[in-house]
């Protein structure tokens, strides 16, 4: 299911219905049931209760193990929201980094810039020769601060357990831009997306970050933000031929 068509379908039950319904497991258990194809799915509807107990790798194998239908779709984001952004990334950028990278489907649109690509995410992305793909916690970047001119995250940020530890971290490594983008949506108990954090205005978005002069706006069911840092990029090590790893904090 295409992005742009579960956010009308998340909007409407979202705005339209009761919260007494909306919210209700007799209402939710068949969209549940339909998202994880008859699996899980009480786990699944249970998740919000028992997430903040797991331990880091009982958490990532919660994830890997909860499959869904959104598990084959190429990209979370929808095609406008991903041209909000490219026509913003400065042109004078040497690299970007992916935070949450997925598959990356994000990298390799950006495979045509004059710039160099990373992708960071608990599971070690599939690079496929466009970027360097890297493993390790959202929450705990391994990178010096100001390390990447541009940092992105796309669709991450609602599933973290500490959101502000993950947000400072993107502000720490990021020297230019910082580029987020998030599911518009209200906070309910019971949501087949597995989302821990909810972001319900552009304002309340932009309201979280600190870094810089910024801007944030809705676009077809996602809110999308961009902030503009002044701090002068460190040297990446790139050779000619290849891109080198970004330099890891001591």
């Excluded at 984001?77 to 935070?99: F, H, K, P, T």
């Amino acid at each position: 299911m295409k992005r742009e068509i579960s956010n009308r379908i998340r909007n409407f039950i979202d705005e339209r219905l009761p919260p007494s319904i909306r919210d209700s497991r007799t209402f939710n258990y068949p969209m549940f049931w339909y998202w994880f194809e008859g699996q899980h799915v009480r786990e699944a509807m249970a998740f919000k209760e028992f997430a903040f107990d797991l331990d880091d790798r009982e958490f990532r194998e919660f994830y890997e193990r909860i499959q869904c239908r959104a598990s084959r779709r190429p990209t979370d984001c929808n095609e406008a929201s991903l041209q909000w952004v490219m026509q913003r990334v400065d042109e004078s950028a040497r690299s970007l980094m992916d935070i949450g990278c997925g598959r990356g489907y994000w990298l390799n649109r950006c495979r045509f810039l004059d710039i160099s690509l990373f992708g960071y995410d608990m599971y070690l992305p599939q690079a496929n020769g466009n970027f360097v793909g890297i493993q390790g916690d959202v929450e705990r970047l391994p990178f010096a601060d100001d390390a990447f001119d541009v940092v992105t995250c796309f669709h991450t940020l609602e599933h973290c357990r500490r959101l502000p530890m993950a947000i400072a971290e993107l502000e720490r490594i990021t020297a230019k831009q910082l580029f987020v983008i998030v599911p518009k949506q209200r906070y309910y108990h019971h949501t087949p997306d597995l989302h821990l954090q909810f972001f319900y205005s552009p304002r309340y978005l932009q309201s979280l970050f600190s870094n810089g002069s910024s801007e944030a706006c809705e676009v077809e069911g996602d809110l999308v933000f961009s902030a503009t840092c002044d701090t002068p990029v460190e040297e990446i090590d790139l050779t000619a031929e290849e891109h080198s790893a970004p330099k890891i904090a001591s």
